[in-house]
Structures are given as C-alpha cells and as structure tokens.
C-alpha cells in the first residue's frame, strides 16, 4: 500500500515562493508505469489538477494545469520516491490544500488535462494560504 507525505506548506505573501514537498513509500517512480501529481481544494470547491508527471514504457509526459503554466514546477529529487512542487509568483487565488497523488497505472495525464479519478493513492495533504 502506497503512502504519501506532503509538507512545506504555510503563509506566503502575494509574489512570493513556496515549495511543497512529496515523501513516497510503498511505491516507486521508477517503474515502467506511474504517474505522480499535485492537486489543489479550495473551500468549496471542487479538487483540480496542478501538475502531474507520468511514465508509461519509453513515453514520458509533464502536463501543468492552465493557471499555473510558467509559475508552478514539478521536480523530481534525488531522494529516490520525492517529488517537489516549487511555486513561484504566488496569487491569493492559489490559497488551497495541496494533494500529491500517485497511480501505478501511469493514467492521469493527458494531453487534455489531468484526470484525479486515475490516481489511486493520496497524501493527507497541506495548506497553503497566500495572503499580505
């Protein structure tokens, strides 16, 4: 069973940078097929793809959700199993618990967007809250 652990979340001012952090175990990412996002949850409303990352055979894909492109970035660390969401030019709009995810059928990213129904495993997520 695969667990996840997200941290790094927190108050940041309007501008600013943050960088959320992803722990994996009980699953790897350097299998043929996996696929690994971030997802946000506003108050009241409904959960959205950030950034997933996906590998299926020798077809590897990033795909950034629409209100982030150029400000958010997956990486993936050096730490075996950790992935990091590094945010920059932070917006109050952005203000939300922040997911990672995972899914060991390397679904989930699409040309079109993300899809959370694929993702068969979810950290307990952080708060993020951009505010001056």
């Known amino acids: 069973q695969a667990q996840l652990v997200e941290s790094g979340g927190g108050l940041v001012q309007p501008g600013g940078s943050l960088t959320l952090s992803c722990e994996v175990s009980?699953?790897?990412?350097?299998?043929?097929?996996?696929?690994i996002g971030w997802f946000r949850q506003a108050p009241g409303k409904e959960r959205e793809g950030v950034v997933c990352?996906?590998?299926?055979?020798?077809?590897?894909?990033?795909v950034y959700g629409d209100s982030v492109k150029g400000r958010f970035t997956i990486i993936r660390g050096n730490a075996k199993n950790t992935v990091y969401l590094q945010m920059n030019s932070l917006k109050p709009e952005d203000t939300a618990v922040y997911y990672c995810?995972?899914?060991?059928?390397?679904?989930?990213?699409?040309?079109?967007?993300?899809?959370?129904?694929?993702?068969?495993?979810w950290g307990q997520g952080t708060q993020v809250t951009v505010s001056s």
């Open positions: 990352m996906s590998s299926r055979v020798s077809s590897d894909r990033t």
């Open positions: 009980g699953f790897t990412l350097e299998l043929d097929y996996y696929a």
């Open positions: 995810a995972a899914a060991d059928s390397g679904y989930g990213c699409y040309d079109h967007g993300i899809n959370k129904y694929d993702f068969d495993y």
